[in-house]
């Protein structure tokens, strides 16, 4: 059988963080004294209004739904100063990714990205015959900081998409507005797709205005994170009006289903359960890194600004590998970098933020490791 692209020939998938459940089974231990820290989710759960708002909708569920999320759409372009037509809804900006991918990027055209960074970028893009360019200018490893001039000598002319992710993944790392302007000043023939899946975590609003000046420009949101939906699939983009239009035409009709729609309106009303969410993560991001002070065999990197961290293992007996397996046996679950990050070696593990007692089972699990 002949493929269309390359990249099914040999299919990568995404390695997403270990269920609670398979990892209670595998190794004898409650569910309850389970650590997630592998997917980074919501501490708290889901958003109590969007959770609401949705068990209301159910008897809704026998009607299609608006092709174009409209009531989704209307909430968000008010709640950012954008007009409708200048938002578009996916089941999480995974789905926006995949569809940026094939808008914007001819096969054997080249989509640029900071290495490591979130796999999705490079996986749609193999699959669909597009050239994934993984720019590994964190050279400093003991920030893990993306190089902006290294980034922006690396654009080429048929360099169609960059990528920036602020706050950045794994690392969680911050780049300042001045920064942003400097990579998308400098990929002038792309399109520059700026990923604020974590923005809540940096306690700005992040740089979703930098879409009113910049026709080349789209900014991607998700409700999985802060609003706690990662289970109800919603994320959005906001860019100029013709490349909304694009992602229209190429979007699956129906993409957004009732709940999905409904949940995303009642969510962005729910400030509180954001602000008690962000209050968590900020605080126990402080506390991880006074506990990480008792080890002397991992290193927490310091800087993230995000809801997850990466840990350095100093210790050149061990690597991520053996040390996720270890943590595993002891009920944490986290990512082995060298598996869920291409570009990032067996040197490093990324962590989860999360409850103060998932902050201690890490922290001791890493101290029992033999
Ligand atoms: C950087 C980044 N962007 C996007 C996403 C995808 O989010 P969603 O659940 O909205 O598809 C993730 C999820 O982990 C992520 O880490």
Redesign the pocket.
Known sequence: MRYAHGGLESPEYYVPGLPANYVAERYGIPLADIAKLGS?ENPHGASPLAAEAVGQHLGALHLYPSWTADALREKIADTYGFDVSEVICGA????I?SLITRAFCAPGDKIQMPGPC?P?YHLFAEAEGRIPVLVHSATNRHSMALDVDAYVEAVEPNTRIVYI?NPH?PSGTWLEEAEVRRIIDASADALVVL?E??VHYSETSGYIHLVHEYENLAV?R???KAFGL?GL?V?FGVASQPIIDTLMAVKPTWNMGQLQIVGGVAALDDQEHVARTVRTIVKNRDYVQGRFEELDRFRMVLGSRSNFFLVEILDLDTNSTKVFEGLLERGVIVKDGSVSFRGLDDRFLRCDVNLQLHMDRLVDALSDLP
């Open positions: 980074a999480g900006e995974t789905e990714l979130f999705i992710t993944s990923d899946a974590y991607l998700t409700f999985s990662a699939r994320g």
